[in-house]
């Protein structure tokens, strides 16, 4: 009697149990996880240097003036509304940051062959890009990104039906770039493949390619390969302090006449992180592909996520359409650029200062809000036992959760761990 009762099936939700038994615990994400321990220690002096997020001098989340004024500005007008925005978002978004990645002179622009859609910040306008591939792309659905790079990129493009492949970039020996080993990978991967490429900042090495290595990756791609290049800009004005300076790659490789696309980000540049406002530009050869193109987009969101929000992509349109708020905004960022750079400095310094061992130029050579350290795994979960400092297992640790009352703290603690280790 009992053995046939075991043979029927009968759902554990019908016995009394929970369909969702079997699920199994995952593990914390690599860089948001950090902040998730770092907020469990209850440790007085601990330092978070896991996420890529600006921190001010007092350690604090910054909301950069002008989006305040923004904001305040918005709340005030009452012809606002909340209306259902268009599946591709506010259309003055959209040419607004075609405008700022490619410059306001940009001829593909002028010549109507870029569509841009307001998506989900840098991460949204990845996944959407991916998407559209995966069921458009006439070329391999391989897409090839930096060895290492932002640990999402390998997350999002297989779930977008992509095949995820890398490339060399960072050469730990040099902490700089293998350009030869880079252009090696390149040459061997299959013609028509997708290149995901960092715009500026890269993420996590802080190492880029100069103007010249910029110029031979483009004749890989466009002479010898027929790749498609993917940028991911999500560090606009970081690198370098200058919007226009940090676009510089994506306008290059857009001026050359080719197909490009661009997923950019306001996180980081406007400090909108919570907001979710980025873009996702694609840059083809004719207008009337460009039309197609933004018809099949349409069809690729809208069983998504239907429209995207209004608030933060508001905020960046009035700051970018008056050209006293751009210009706030542009000091602003460079303060920030600025900020990260003399942490750069403060902490070469302290090291210095303390002999620890090895070669540290790297802190003040690598660009953005990343340094990529070299401290092993164990090292890094040494400092993160020892002394409450966080960062990510790769070693990677945000120049901008520095300040100068935790630089000594710091790099004491790494002085700590290198010696230990060494
Ligand atoms: N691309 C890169 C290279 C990147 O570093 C990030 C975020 C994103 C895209 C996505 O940002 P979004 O918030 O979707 O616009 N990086 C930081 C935060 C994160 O991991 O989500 C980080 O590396 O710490």
């Known amino acids: 009697m009992q053995d046939s009762m075991a043979s029927l099936s009968v759902s554990p939700a019908a016995a009394g149990g929970s369909c969702f038994a079997h699920v199994q615990q995952a593990p914390e994400d690599p860089i948001l996880g950090i902040t998730v ?13 896991g996420v890529g997020a600006y921190r001010t001098e007092d350690g604090k989340p910054l909301l950069l003036n002008v989006v305040r004024q923004a ?16 599946i591709t978002g506010i259309v003055h978004f959209n040419k607004l940051s075609a405008q700022l990645i490619l410059g306001s002179d940009s001829p593909a622009i002028a010549e109507n062959r870029v569509v841009t859609a307001q998506c989900l910040s840098g991460t949204g306008s990845l996944r959407v890009g991916g998407e559209f591939l995966g069921r458009h792309y006439s070329g391999q659905k391989i897409i090839y990104v930096p060895s290492p790079t932002w640990g999402n990129h390998l997350k999002i493009f297989p779930l977008a039906g992509l095949e995820a492949r890398t490339y060399r970039y960072y050469d730990p020996r040099t902490k700089g770039l293998d350009y030869e080993g880079m252009l090696e990978d390149l040459r061997a991967a299959p013609n ?40 991911d800009c999500a560090y606009q004005g ?53 039309t197609r193109v933004e018809s099949q987009l349409k069809l690729v969101i809208r069983p998504m996520y239907s429209t995207p929000p209004t608030h933060g992509a508001s905020i960046v349109t009035l700051i970018l359409s008056s050209k006293k708020w751009f210009e706030e905004w542009k000091e602003e960022l460079k303060a920030m650029a600025d900020r990260i750079r003399s942490m750069r400095h403060e902490l070469f310094n302290a090291l210095k200062e303390r002999q620890t061992p090895g070669n540290w130029e790297h802190i003040l050579n690598q660009i953005g809000m990343f340094t990529f350290t070299g401290l092993s795994k164990e090292q890094v979960e040494y400092m993160r036992r020892e002394d409450h400092i966080y960062m990510t297992l790769d070693g990677r640790i945000s120049m901008a959760g520095l300040n100068s009352r935790t630089v000594p703290q710091v790099a004491d603690a790494i002085h700590r761990a290198v010696v230990k280790f060494s």
């Not at 880029?208 to 290049?229: A, C, N, T, Y």
């Not at 197909?259 to 873009?279: D, I, P, T």
């Open 37 to 49: 321990a770092f907020n469990k220690d209850p440790s007085p002096v601990k330092v978070n240097l």
């Open 238 to 290: 970081f690198a370098s302090g200058s919007l226009d300076n940090d676009a510089w790659a994506v306008r290059r490789f857009v001026g050359d006449g080719g197909e490009v696309f661009v997923a950019q980000s306001y996180a980081k540049n406007m400090g909108l992180y919570a907001e979710r406002v980025g873009a996702l530009s694609i840059i083809v050869k004719e207008p009337a592909v460009a």
């Open 71 to 86: 904001e305040l500005h918005l709340v005030s007008d009452e012809s606002r509304n909340k209306e259902y925005l268009g």
């Open 192 to 231: 028509g493949s997708i290149l995901l490429l960092h715009a500026c900042a890269h993420n996590p090495t802080g190492v880029d390619p100069s103007q010249e290595q910029w110029e031979g990756i483009r004749r890989v791609v466009r002479e010898e390969k027929q790749f498609l290049p993917f940028f």
